[in-house]
């Protein structure tokens, strides 16, 4: 496995989660970092990203102010910390990686899309009363 998402489950209306992304058999220091969700009968959307060039990041608007996208080079993960959760933020969340030279800043002006070459397996968010 070369990307691991965790952190999911289950939440009430205003809670918290904060979601990880564990990289493995590469150095994420190299690459921007994105998280992605699915919703039942919806498409995957972007929502949120960080670029590793200039630490730069982009959020979705349903999540601005809610939603924190970090990493940590060190331990080789990369974050979403998660507040204020919603019932419409229920999905299951990916995470993936892609390295761009010599900057991705791109990937944050396209609203993190991108060609990814590693994609973590999914996360499940759960959002309920």
């Known amino acids: 496995v070369q990307l691991q998402a965790s952190g999911g489950g289950l939440v009430h209306p205003g809670g918290s989660l904060r979601l990880s992304c564990a990289a493995s058999e590469f150095t994420m220091d190299w690459y921007a970092i994105a998280w992605f969700r699915q919703a039942p009968g919806k498409e995957r959307e972007g929502v949120s990203c960080i670029s590793r060039s200039d630490g730069s990041t982009y959020y979705t608007d349903s999540v601005k102010g809610r939603f924190t996208i970090s990493r940590d080079n060190a331990k080789n993960t990369g974050y979403l910390q998660m507040n204020r959760l919603k019932p419409e933020d229920t999905a299951v969340y990916y995470c993936?990686?892609?390295?761009?030279?010599?900057?991705?800043?791109?990937?944050?002006?396209?609203?993190?899309?991108?060609?990814?070459?590693?994609w973590g397996q999914g996360t499940l968010v759960t959002v309920s009363s």
């Open positions: 993936a990686a892609v390295m761009i030279l010599p900057s991705d800043r791109k990937v944050v002006a396209n609203h993190c899309g991108s060609q990814y070459d590693y």
